[in-house]
């Protein structure tokens, strides 16, 4: 079966440091990979998308995608208190319109 | 621009009873519509997903039924409602990103 995990959290830093969100995926296969913010009572918003490996940046958020090692990272920098949210990880495998999503980390940046 | 609308925004329901949700995109054609799930705590749980009017791929036989019956229209329903269908039932549009409607918080007693 298809899995993305993602460590549950909470993944607590302090104002202005950088956060690290990590998710890995089952199958080999997949080509597109997402990240979603949820803020508590609210639908998924898309904050990054990634197609090739490397890293891609966008204000402070860079996805960093390695699909040797079947993982794609999140990176915020100089997180502020209203990053706190859950992230979830999607991957869509290819040949599908389906997206697998992980569980979500949940993040707090503490003022 | 695109948008997409879901309602009611909440809605409590008794055991048994029938139920439908309905989600509309505006501003783009021939979008992959898809329904999802999330219990408390809990990830995202794909239920159907459509990538034309009156296709509809289902991925959680159980009690729940969809349909599209035009372009931008995406329903939800049940005949009878049980207590584990108690959730947040998110629709989604999009080709290669997805994007999420304000959902749709059920509570069935």
């Known amino acids: 079966q298809k899995e993305v995990e993602q460590n549950s959290g909470p993944l607590s830093v302090p104002e202005g440091a950088i956060a690290s969100l990590n998710c890995t995926y089952s199958?080999?296969?997949?080509?597109?990979f997402f990240w979603y913010r949820q803020y508590s009572g609210k639908s998924p918003e898309l904050i990054m998308f990634?197609?090739?490996?490397g890293d891609k940046e966008d204000g402070r958020f860079t996805a960093q995608l390695n699909k040797a090692s079947q993982y794609v990272s999140l990176l915020i920098r100089d997180s502020q208190p209203s990053d706190s949210a859950t992230y979830l990880c999607?991957?869509?495998?290819?040949?599908?319109?389906?997206?697998?999503f992980g569980t979500g980390t949940r993040l707090k940046v503490l003022a | 621009s695109q948008t997409i609308h879901q309602w009611p925004a909440t809605l409590v329901q008794p055991v048994g009873s029938p139920l439908s949700l309905e989600c509309t995109v505006e501003?783009?054609?021939?979008?992959?519509l898809y329904w999802y799930r999330q219990a408390a705590g809990r990830g995202l749980q794909l239920l159907f997903y459509?990538?034309?009017?009156?296709?509809i791929s289902s991925e959680v036989p159980q009690n729940l039924s969809a349909s599209r019956p035009q372009d931008r229209q995406f329903i939800l329903s049940s005949k009878k409602l049980l207590l584990s269908d108690s959730g947040f039932y998110l629709c989604?549009?999009?080709?290669?990103?997805?994007?999420f409607g304000p959902g749709t918080r059920l509570t069935v007693l």
């Open positions: 999607a991957v869509c495998p290819s040949g599908t319109y389906k997206y697998i």
């Open positions: 501003g783009t054609s021939n979008p992959n």
């Open positions: 199958d080999r296969g997949s080509q597109s």
């Open positions: 459509s990538v034309g009017i009156g296709q």
């Open positions: 990634i197609y090739s490996n």
């Open positions: 989604a549009w999009g080709w290669d990103e997805q994007f």
